[in-house]
């Protein structure tokens, strides 16, 4: 009998993958470990192997679609194989979309019989809320939308009648050119909730009708829209709060001086380069296990705290921000702290990251140093408490003593941006956890000769 080829699960939080690139065609021969997709989720890109040596029969996703995972995507088996027939057998362990469809074209309306409300689910503009929007790929749902093409008019051509971008495609074909006025008439979803129209939307006509500029529709999906939906519900869902402070950084920036040139360190550890960003986590992982309450996850109504410190970095790559974790930092040395910062960015950046190396953060940092900011919010990185933002480094005046006069000089500080979940920690708690870290980061030499740190 064929074999199903389902979407793999990425992690329990990973609830569906964009297939990049199919690397096979229908017809194809392919072996256990042949490669026949590239995948994406918001945590790392992949690639899936045909499990089974065979001929491919028939791909059931496009390039592009947001696929579920543990949804058939692939049927592979004997040349010749009816792959339809073999779809149809397969048994709910094998095909758990079958089930999965029938859930999501349910009427997610509370029938008010007892029956308990779903969990909410993701944003679906108003038009889509209809069968023949539940049965075409997501490609095809952005096509018909942009040209404002009904999806009740178009027949599917894709497996169990799916309807595909193609058969948008070739309905678009057969209908009359709309100018983009037209197209804004038609549409009838808006950017509100559940696809209601706003007042925005009505200007946004008007101004369409008397100016039709071109203009770049880009569906958010992906990581990209993993980020909204997370940005969202952090914001939701606490009491956000920030700090700022400054702190000297004269002895910190002469240390980094002397590891990249001294003449006592071994090459190997001289070639790490350690930055500012890896000394101010260095005084963070040693300075969070004096204030446990911010090494801390808030879950509905328990807080939990931690004992090690397991620092989120964030890293800006080519797919969007992503978070990987330095486990236990607080037992680690500067230069190891170093040395894994730079080889988890490095998988961000390069898309090899694992899945389990994005999870299980304590508490962020985030750096936007680099490009000369002085100060802004960092969004917690829920369930986190706390979060810490890190700017630019700037001159600014100190109190000085020369021959016993008294008087001011110019120092270089760096701005530091703390924002915490005031459900679950107070103004004054945060304040004296962020002046302590401002304490080490100035005196980060005795911090490093110690390997630690006292209030």
């Known amino acids: 009998m064929a074999y199903i080829l ?66 058939p995507i692939a049927v592979i ?67 018909a939308e942009k040209e404002a093409l009904p999806l009740e008019s178009v027949h599917g051509t894709g497996p169990e009648g799916r309807i595909i971008e193609r058969d948008v495609s070739a309905a678009l074909e057969k209908r009359p050119a709309l100018t983009l006025a037209a197209k804004a008439a038609v549409r009838q979803h808006g950017t509100g909730f559940a696809g209601r129209i706003t007042s925005d939307d009505i200007s946004a006509s008007h101004s369409l009708l008397s100016n039709e500029d071109k203009f770049t529709e880009t569906p958010v999906k992906g990581i990209r829209r993993i980020i909204s939906d997370k940005m969202s519900e952090s914001l939701s869902g606490t009491a956000q709060f920030t700090l700022n402070a400054y702190a000297p950084v004269s002895r910190l920036q002469d240390i980094r001086s002397r590891m990249k040139t001294s003449q006592f360190l071994p090459d190997n550890i001289k070639s790490l380069k350690i930055t500012v960003n890896d000394l101010i986590v260095y005084a963070v992982s040693r300075v969070l296990p004096l204030f446990s309450f911010m090494n801390a996850h808030k879950t509905g109504d328990t807080i939990k705290t931690f004992e090690n410190v397991h620092m989120g970095v964030a890293v800006d790559t080519p797919r969007g921000l992503m978070v990987p974790v330095i486990r236990n930092a607080n037992l680690l040395s500067l230069y190891q702290i170093s040395s894994e910062t730079k080889r988890l960015a490095s998988s961000c950046q390069g898309g090899s990251v694992k899945p389990q190396e994005l999870t299980g953060s304590t508490f962020t940092v985030t750096n936007l140093g680099a490009f000369g900011i002085t100060g802004f919010t960092p969004i917690l990185n829920v369930p986190e408490v706390a979060i810490l933002g890190v700017c630019g480094i700037e001159l600014k005046p100190a109190a000085s003593e020369a021959r016993g006069e008294s008087g001011y000089s110019f120092t270089p500080h760096i701005g530091f941006s703390l924002t915490i979940n005031h459900q679950a920690v107070d103004g004054a708690p945060a304040a004296r956890f962020l002046k302590t870290l401002c304490e080490a980061v100035e005196n980060i030499d005795l911090l490093l000769s110690e390997g630690s740190f006292h209030v």
């Open 6 to 71: 389902i979407m793999p699960r990425q992690g329990n939080t990973v609830e569906s993958c964009i297939i990049v690139d199919w690397k096979v065609k229908e017809g194809d021969s392919v072996t256990e470990e042949t490669a026949v997709c590239e995948v994406e989720t918001d945590k790392a890109a992949f690639e899936i192997p045909a499990g089974k040596a065979g001929t491919v029969l028939k791909i059931l996703s496009e390039s592009g679609d947001d696929v579920p995972v543990l949804s």
């Open 77 to 143: 088996g004997a040349a010749g194989e009816n792959w339809q027939a073999a779809l149809d057998k397969t048994t709910p362990e094998e095909a758990p979309l079958k089930v999965q469809k029938k859930e999501e074209n349910k009427d997610e309306v509370p029938d008010n019989k007892g029956a308990s409300i779903p969990d909410p689910a993701p944003y679906i503009p108003h038009s889509a809320l209809n069968a023949a929007h539940s049965h075409a790929s997501p490609r095809a749902r952005s096509l």
